[in-house]
Every structure is written in structure tokens, then in C-alpha cells.
């Protein structure tokens, strides 16, 4: 499975943007997907999790407020939705997948990852 974000650049605070994780090799239905982002100096963050067969959605508690996860299985892409954006939010976003039935915020349990997308917020 290979996964692409696409979606990042400059954007205002307070707007919002959609992020894509499009995959090709297999059918993202069949695969956990989670996102995260890494800010320059700072560990890889959880932002949600998307079950397996399934449109249910685990976001971290601090985020869910403004981001939310949405999915086309026709175009075989996840959307990462973010709202109200802040200047903590720039970000390289990453999406992950793996075949389990779990869901995690944790990065290091995720098999497959895309080579992220930047998102900076423009002061």
C-alpha cells in the first residue's frame, strides 16, 4: 500500500482546509487509517484514528473540537478536515494505515506512511 497527502500550504488562522490521504495498491477500507502531524522540533502527534470497515472515528482530545475525518472509498481517499486553524497547527501532516482492527494514536505501531504534506500558518 503507498499513501500520498496532498492538501498543505499557506494558510490564515481561523480558516479551515481539508488535507487528502490518497493510496493506491490496495482499498483503504480495509486498512485502519490515522493521522498525525510533526511541528519542526516536536515529536509526531496523534490526531485521529479511522477503524477498519468502518467510519468510526477516534480524535485526540485536544483536537476534536476542530479536526474531523471523512472518507470517499470510491476515490479510495481519507480526509483529515481542519477548522478555525491556529498558528500551533503548522504541521507536516502524515497519514498511516495498517490491517488491524485497532485504533492508536500512537506512531509507532502503523505500518504504512505517506510522505506527508506541509501546512503553515501564515502569521
Known amino acids: 500500500l503507498q499513501l500520498v497527502e496532498s492538501g498543505g500550504g499557506l494558510v490564515q488562522p481561523g480558516g479551515s482546509l481539508n488535507v487528502s490521504c490518497g493510496a493506491s495498491?490496495?482499498?483503504?477500507?480495509?486498512?485502519?487509517i490515522a493521522w498525525f502531524r510533526q511541528a519542526p522540533g516536536k515529536e509526531r502527534e496523534g490526531i485521529a484514528c479511522?477503524?477498519?470497515?468502518?467510519?468510526?472515528?477516534e480524535i485526540a482530545d485536544s483536537l476534536k473540537s476542530r479536526f474531523t475525518v471523512s472518507a470517499d472509498y470510491e476515490k479510495n481517499i481519507v480526509y483529515l478536515h481542519i477548522h478555525n486553524l491556529k498558528p500551533e497547527d503548522t504541521a507536516v501532516y502524515y497519514c498511516?494505515?495498517?490491517?488491524?482492527?485497532?485504533?492508536?494514536?500512537?506512531?509507532?505501531?502503523?505500518?504504512?506512511w505517506g510522505p506527508g504534506t506541509q501546512v503553515t500558518l501564515s502569521s
Open positions: 495498491g490496495g482499498s483503504l477500507l480495509e486498512y485502519a
Open positions: 498511516a494505515a495498517m490491517t488491524s482492527s485497532r485504533c492508536s494514536l500512537s506512531a509507532g505501531v502503523w505500518d504504512h
Open positions: 479511522k477503524y477498519i470497515y468502518s467510519s468510526e472515528t
